[in-house]
């Protein structure tokens, strides 16, 4: 079986290169001609389902350091924070749950086949160019078919998905500290090299102490204190390259390097925060992406990937006859997509797509049940632009087969789940837009979920999701004080069936997991974006997000938990953020809140947690040189220095201070 995991890995490295030479040879033909006038934003008035999108510029507004950071600025999304720089970030969108939320890196999907939940405070925004949430289907046809079996898409792409864009050699080099021992060294540099081609590189080191303080209450006794164990180092490299063909064909290669060790921060009950558990992660992946024309109406994506991700868990004081815990666990994945669009006439475009993976679980426990897991994913997909209208629709046939290396593996999943959306502009010239889609979509019960020692069940069904989204979009220029205004208003409502929780089995020491739980969700989420000159120097910039959400539990009308929230979704979130910039300075404030929200199913006082906001300022000068650019960057992040949780009994840091320093010639 190694030698078959190694022979696909190499086939799926080498078909799309060997694809590229086949377009090789002594004939002579003629560059098509491109003209480039810079890159397009992303629209959401013109998207068929709900697209919000944090452009580069807007991410250096926000004191968000990584990708889980700058997601709380997303209506709708539920960010999972475990405190300080190394904490766990997942995210939930619209309270489906984290394993329903899809993330694609510079378009290709990131899995974590044993939690479901990918870790977003591994992704740094230093080097990133856009993240993009998309409700329902992704926003062009021609997709992996894996991107169609999510609820919802977190999209990160980096400067390298567009890299053939740019005029010359681009570099850049900074150095970002700030407080409880943060140092953050960071670089990276794009070549552009002859005949169409360019490489990249980058890299960046994140050292916290993550001593931060935290006030203790508990009735009449009170105490001040520091965050312990919080520590983390952490280490990130990337290599791209991107080739373009005569017949402007692209090739594009990546190659990701991660390293993280770090401690994890107790929960504080009882005044006793004392922790000495620690994670250690190594992650590295090779992907690799080719595109062309086949003519002028036809477009082919095929797309490869290997990756394979290290963790492990150590904790010391945990009770067992050998002394505490040393858990090591190897994820692999071999990944292979293939894409086809056509477009037949003017208003009407179908694709279609076949992915495949193949992932590894092993560990160093004893009766583990190394589970292996196949993938087939075949979707076909089309898109009639009426004009005034558009309507898009998909169907999407998903094929899951577990085996185990001991034990009873899942049964084999053969499903097949649609979904449709539209949308309809009120007039040529209106600036009225709404828009409607339902989706039906499944997700797999995870490795963890059907085999994790005591508690798995193999006898786990799909956890099943139906989503209605009904919305109105208003976008216009008004003047050039009011350059730019979009407001967009989404109602929507999920139903949750054979939902996957954890129940006692025997005794309150003794769990396992089932499929128990039906949730009905009803939201609205709200968008507002302007931007404007004020006067002929100062422009201004405002975002803001908000978020109503009311997450059932509809399993048993016997139960006490009968129609009470699930845990940790607030009635009311949300985000703002507004910027000012005047020739070399700019500087900004944003904000985000949440309301109170209960830690577990039963909704009594004991279990509320209150809500929460947070406030973070910065001032940047900016000043271009000869031959580089040079910027300081001063924030302030809590400024009113709330003490807060978002998980319960793990304290999140308050007030702190950051300097960057960062040249570059962009």
């Not at 993240?131 to 390298?160: E, F």
């Not at 583990?368 to 005034?388: D, E, I, K, S």
């Not at 904000?591 to 947070?614: A, C, H, I, K, M």
């Amino acid at each position: 079986m190694n030698t078959l995991h190694i022979r696909l890995c190499w086939w799926l490295v080498l078909l799309p290169v060997s694809l590229c030479r086949a377009q090789s040879g002594d004939s002579v033909s003629t560059l098509k001609k491109v003209t480039v006038s810079g890159l397009k934003k992303k629209s959401t008035f013109t998207a068929v389902t709900p697209l919000q999108s944090l452009t580069s510029e807007t991410l250096q507004q926000l004191n968000a350091p990584s990708v889980g950071d700058a997601a709380r600025y997303f209506s709708g999304v539920l960010v999972k924070d475990y405190g300080g720089v190394g904490g766990l970030k997942t995210v939930s969108v619209r309270s489906l749950g984290a394993a329903h939320t899809g993330i694609l890196y510079d378009g290709i999907p990131v899995s974590d086949v044993q939690s479901g939940q990918v870790d977003l405070s591994r992704y740094s925004t230093t080097f990133v160019q856009s993240i993009d949430l998309q409700q329902g289907s992704p926003a062009t046809l021609l997709q992996p078919a894996r991107a169609y079996s999510y609820a919802a898409v977190l999209s990160i792409n980096t400067p390298s998905m567009n890299a053939l864009l740019l005029p010359a050699h681009q570099w850049q080099a900074g150095l970002k500290a700030g407080s409880f021992g943060l140092w953050q060294p960071f670089g990276s540099l794009q070549l552009k090299l002859p005949k169409q081609a360019m490489i990249g590189l980058s890299s960046e080191a994140v050292f916290s102490k993550g001593d931060y303080p935290f006030h203790i209450s508990n009735g009449a006794y009170s105490e001040d204190t520091k965050r312990q164990n919080a520590d983390m180092k952490s280490f990130q490299g990337e290599l791209n390259g991107v080739k373009q063909f005569n017949d402007s064909s692209i090739l594009q290669v990546k190659f990701t390097g991660y390293h993280s060790s770090r401690g994890l921060p107790g929960a504080i009950v009882f005044f006793n925060e004392r922790s000495v558990e620690h994670l250690w992660n190594t992650d590295t992946y090779f992907q690799s992406r080719y595109r062309k024309s086949l003519g002028r109406n036809t477009g082919l994506l095929i797309s490869g990937k290997y990756s394979r991700n290290y963790t492990r868990y150590t904790d010391p004081d945990f009770l067992n006859n050998q002394g505490g815990l040393d858990n090591r666990y190897t994820q692999q994945e071999y990944y292979f997509a293939a894409a086809i669009d056509h477009t037949i006439g003017e208003r009407l475009t179908l694709a279609a797509a076949s992915d495949a993976a193949y992932s590894q679980l092993t560990a160093n426990l004893t009766n583990f049940a190394t589970p292996t897991r196949r993938y087939f994913w075949n979707n076909v997909a089309a898109h009639y632009n009426g004009g005034l209208w558009q309507l898009n629709g998909s169907l999407l046939l998903s094929t899951v087969n577990d085996k185990t290396g001991s034990g009873k593996a899942a049964a084999t999943i053969n499903k097949l789940t649609p979904s449709i959306a539209g949308n309809l502009k009120l007039g040529e010239s209106s600036p009225f837009m709404v828009r409607l889609f339902y989706k039906h979509i499944f997700r797999m019960p995870t490795f963890n979920d059907l085999y994790y020692n005591w508690i798995g069940n193999p006898d786990l069904r799909p956890e099943y999701a139906r989503q209605y989204n009904a919305g109105l979009v208003f976008s216009k220029s008004i003047n050039k004080v009011l350059k730019q205004f979009t407001i967009s208003a989404d109602g929507y409502y999920n139903r949750v069936n054979d939902k996957i929780i954890a129940v006692p089995n025997k005794n309150l020491f003794s769990w396992t997991m089932l499929n128990l739980g039906k949730v009905d969700i009803k939201g609205i989420d709200v968008n507002v974006e302007g931007a404007g000159q004020l006067t002929g120097a100062v422009t201004w910039f405002t975002r803001m997000a908000y978020t109503w959400q009311q997450a059932l539990d509809v399993t048993d009308k016997t139960s006490a938990t009968y129609k009470n929230d699930i845990p940790y979704t607030p009635r009311h979130s949300g985000s703002g953020l507004v910027s000012l910039q005047y020739r070399e300075w700019s500087g900004g404030y944003s904000l985000v809140f949440s309301s109170t929200r209960y830690t577990l199913g039963e909704n009594n006082p004991y279990n509320q947690l209150d809500g929460w906001g947070t406030q973070d300022a910065f001032v940047a000068w900016t000043k271009p040189m000869k031959t580089f650019c040079v910027q300081i960057r001063a924030a302030v992040d809590n400024v009113l220095n709330r003490q807060y949780d978002i998980v319960r009994y793990f304290p999140m840091p308050g007030r702190s201070f950051k300097l960057g320093l960062q040249l570059n010639n962009l």
